[in-house]
């Protein structure tokens, strides 16, 4: 099971750090994403990282404004969102890439596990 948190109201230029705590340790052998979903939208990438960690890839419109890590003592993905801009209002999810593939996917058709999701709002 994977579960997102960290989400909430914050207004443009402010900060917030999105958290994925799995439940089972079999997650830190797998590839995990981020993803953001607006209300009539397609769900759209937003950052990945590898399975060991070391490797991460975003996507161009958080690049600079996102940091993705992993916290392997709590089973935690997270991601550090700075600069945040109206536009960044979505619902974000966690995903786990079960290939570990890489580069990493940007479908959200090739992620294998999800959570329920978090919202996150920027207000102007």
């Known amino acids: 099971q994977l579960v997102e948190s960290g989400g909430g109201l914050v207004q443009a230029g402010g900060s917030l750090r999105l958290s994925c705590a799995a439940s089972?340790?079999?997650?830190?052998?797998?590839?995990m994403g981020w993803f953001r979903q607006a209300p009539g939208a397609e769900r759209e990438f937003v950052a990945a990282?590898?399975?060991?960690?070391?490797?991460?890839y975003y996507a161009e419109s958080v690049k600079g404004r996102c940091t993705i890590f992993r916290d392997y003592a709590k089973n935690t993905v997270l991601l550090q969102m700075n600069s945040l801009k109206p536009e960044d209002t979505a619902a974000y999810y966690c995903a786990a890439q079960f290939q570990n593939s890489w580069p990493p996917p940007i479908k959200w058709e090739e992620y294998d596990y999800w959570g329920q999701g978090t919202q996150v709002t920027v207000s102007s």
């Open positions: 089972e340790r079999t997650f830190s052998r797998y590839g």
């Open positions: 990282i590898s399975w060991r960690g070391s490797s991460t």
